[in-house]
């Protein structure tokens, strides 16, 4: 099956964009941001299942989420919304999630005497 991801769609109301999609798509992997946040689209996203035949995946947050982060209490942070997450897409019936490793950053990055996560 062939569907339709794009970050600008996190900037238009979701009811919107999921009629658009609905015309030319069966599957709409939704990044989980914006108007797009799983727990202010959850309603649409029944809605659309239901009455538009639409299909979902999800993409786990990306704005201020670094799984690979080596500051521990913000690792941990991420590491929950991305679990949240993926509950949530259970709870709404979305098989797939994407989640990305995460990445090292600023003077983290210079210190190779850290071992590697």
């Known amino acids: 099956m062939i ?3 794009s970050v600008s769609f996190c900037q238009s109301p979701f009811m919107n964009m999921a009629e658009l999609v609905s015309k030319k798509f069966k ?3 939704i990044l989980s941001e914006g108007e797009d946040r799983l727990e202010l689209a959850r309603d649409g996203i029944r809605y659309a299942k239901d009455s538009l035949d639409l299909e ?3 993409h786990a947050p990306l704005s201020d989420v670094n799984i690979g982060s080596v500051n521990e209490p913000m690792r941990l942070a991420a590491v929950n919304e991305v679990k949240q997450t993926i509950i949530m897409c259970r709870q709404l019936d979305i098989p797939l999630v994407t989640v990305h ?3 090292v950053q600023g ?3 210079l210190d190779r005497s850290r071992p590697s996560r």
């Open 3 to 5: 569907g339709i991801a």
């Open 27 to 29: 599957l709409w992997e």
């Open 56 to 58: 979902f995946q999800v």
């Open 101 to 103: 490793p995460g990445f």
């Open 107 to 109: 003077i983290a990055f």
